[in-house]
T-cell receptor, first 113, second 113 residues
């Protein structure tokens, strides 16, 4: 089955700096790659996703890039703010089979004011 | 809309006890999921359902059972609690195939001693 690895496990940046989180996946059939943000005491919430027919997607300060050949994808957050502090999870699945989503272990991002 | 609600928020069980974790969604989503989240790990799928009356195993189903008698409710049953089931449990739902975003509940923190 699919295996998703995520790095780093913790990341600390200064407010205003950029943050990058990287994930690799093993199953070349995976074609849907969401990123979830989990704040303390809450369930994960989708912040951005990308399909395998797209190399990059942006939404304001957040962007995701996908390299299908290398089987890795990354989350980029620019101009970080203290409210970006949370745990971020990447995931991968075969989109038409949404019941097999595999999550990375998570990255705890801390943005220092 | 309340979204996805879970009860209880916290529970302590003794080894061998049984309990049911409740999950309800009011978004008329067809797909529902149960995940567990262990410290420092990503979410792992326990069971999922693609509609009322249809359930199937995920990655880590042993020790759990589910039922889906209505679109709204998807309870998770632990029959003989074991310390290995100490975890945070999340229920989620999605409206596949119109959207692959999963909406998560706030979680249930379960401790088995």
């Amino acid at each position: 089955g699919e295996n998703v690895e995520q790095h780093p496990s913790t990341l600390s940046v200064q407010e205003g700096d950029s943050a990058v989180i990287k994930c690799t996946y093993s199953d070349s059939a995976s074609n849907y790659f969401p990123w979830y943000k989990q704040e303390l005491g809450k369930g994960p919430q989708l912040i951005i996703d990308i399909r395998s027919n797209v190399g990059e997607k942006k939404d304001q300060r957040i962007a995701v890039t996908l390299n299908k050949t290398a089987k890795h994808f990354s989350l980029h957050i620019t101009e970080t703010q203290p409210e970006d502090s949370a745990v971020y999870f990447c995931a991968a699945s075969i989109r038409d089979n949404n019941n097999d989503m595999r999550f990375g272990a998570g990255t705890r991002l801390t943005v220092k004011p | 809309n309340a979204g996805v609600t879970q009860t209880p928020k916290f529970r302590i069980l003794k080894i061998g006890q049984s309990m049911t974790l409740q999950c309800t969604q009011d978004m008329n989503h067809n797909y529902m999921y149960w995940y567990r989240q262990d410290p420092g790990m990503g979410l792992k799928l326990i069971y999922y359902s693609v509609g009322a009356g249809i359930t199937d195993k995920g990655e880590v189903p042993n020790g759990y059972n589910v039922s889906r008698s209505t679109t709204e409710d998807f309870p998770l049953r632990l029959e003989l609690a074991a310390p290995s089931q100490t975890s945070v449990y999340f229920c989620a739902s999605s409206s596949v195939p119109s959207s692959y975003e999963q909406y998560f509940g706030p979680g249930t923190r379960l401790t088995v001693t």
